[in-house]
């Protein structure tokens, strides 16, 4: 009776693995609230008690832009500090340090204590038995730290934290006099700052008419009638049609990433047709860019923030209202967040524009 009862719960257990999911209602975090919730949070005395919590020499905000590839991809297992593209943000407050990679929203906190140059850190959530041990040195704007000792996550957090140097978001005390002069490294921009560089253009002066359509256009009620995939080493583009790409793209499948400012994919083509259109759609970390038609911006915007579901995000940017005749349609990564930009295919309408929904 008892087997035929365990064997009921573990029936029981696989269907609920295995059953569906609904998607979670889309309201993304943002990675400023990421940030400021991550500020609020304190360590556990995991294997060390707390330290006293009195202000150190290093105590500050700083952040770092690794300009290297950027991980593009939704991963839950993968490791912890690896290194990767993008911007990472490091908090010493009074006992605790915070760190925190903005392209995918994975962050750490642990205890940390100072003794003259050397840094002890302990206490950290994903390896509470590794001490690191440092030396830390700061030179006006810059605080660097060399590692002495580090096991934690197979090496990784000393990479981390000792591979480039950490640009402080507030001016050092002896800096205050020169503070005028002083501007803060990417990754610590303030409101308005943020707000200069996503800036969108006004509808009413272009020269074309723009439709966001959220979501897959290959999904659509009427999807494009040609559709290029933008990876075109792997898909050549159907005659008629170029696609080019700025070397530092990043090919991957049939997509492109795009990746840091001005990284930019584009398509060429000459004729009369209805409509074209740029397809974004990625993982979570897909970010910020822009739509060029012939070389005139016409518009700009968080592609992760046009549509998600089932862990997808993105949109169609549809240009309607030019004239026959030679044209391009490009799209460039912005890198106002640092983020990739993940862009699919370009789709060509041939006597009208898609329609992403029944009427």
């Known amino acids: 009776m008892r087997r035929v009862t365990l064997f009921f719960l573990l029936l029981a257990a696989l269907a609920a693995c295995a059953a569906p999911t609904t998607p979670a209602a889309s309201v993304t975090p943002s990675p400023t609230d990421t940030w ?12 060390r008690p707390l330290p006293a919590a009195e202000q150190t ?11 290297s590839e950027p991980q ?21 407050d009074r006992g605790i340090l915070r760190i925190y990679y903005d392209v995918t929203g994975w962050r ?3 205890s940390y204590e100072l003794d003259g140059d050397r840094l002890t850190i302990f206490n950290d959530v994903y390896c509470p038995e590794a001490v690191g041990e440092y030396r830390w040195d700061r030179e006006l704007k810059t ?43 990417r990754g610590c921009e303030d409101g308005e700052a943020l707000i200069a560089l996503t800036a969108t253009p006004d509808p009413a002066s272009l020269p074309v008419t723009v439709t966001v359509h959220p979501g897959d256009s290959r999904m659509f009620t009427r999807p494009p009638d040609i559709y290029i995939e933008s990876n075109v080493d792997n898909k050549p583009a159907p005659e008629g049609f170029e696609v080019r790409a700025s070397p530092e ?12 400012i001005d990284d930019w994919i584009e398509l060429r083509f000459a004729g009369e047709y209805a409509a074209v259109g740029v397809q974004f ?45 030679e044209h391009s349609l490009r799209a460039e990564s912005v890198g106002i967040d640092y983020h990739p930009v993940t862009v699919t295919a370009f789709g060509v309408s041939l006597t009208e524009g898609v329609q992403s929904a029944a009427p």
């Open 249 to 260: 793209s990043i090919p991957y499948g049939l997509t492109r990433v795009l990746w840091g």
């Open 72 to 92: 593009w991809w939704l991963c839950r297992r993968c490791a912890d500090y690896r290194p990767a593209g993008g911007i990472w943000k490091l908090s010493f």
């Open 57 to 67: 020499e290093i105590d500050g905000v700083y952040a770092k832009l690794d300009l």
């Open 143 to 185: 605080l660097t730290l060399e590692v002495i000792e580090d096991a934690c996550s197979f090496g990784l957090r000393a990479e981390n934290l000792s591979q480039l140097a950490w640009e402080s978001c507030q001016p050092w005390h002896d800096m205050i006099g020169a503070s005028d002069h002083w501007h803060k490294p």
């Open 36 to 47: 400021l919730a991550l500020l609020q949070r304190t360590p556990q005395p995991l294997t």
């Open 281 to 325: 759609l990625g993982d979570p970390p897909t970010g910020w860019a822009r739509v060029l038609f012939d070389g005139v911006e016409v518009w700009r915007g968080n592609t992760a923030d046009i549509w998600n579901t089932a862990g997808r995000h993105g949109g169609y940017i549809e240009i309607t209202g030019f004239g026959p005749g």
């Open 108 to 110: 750490s906190i642990a």
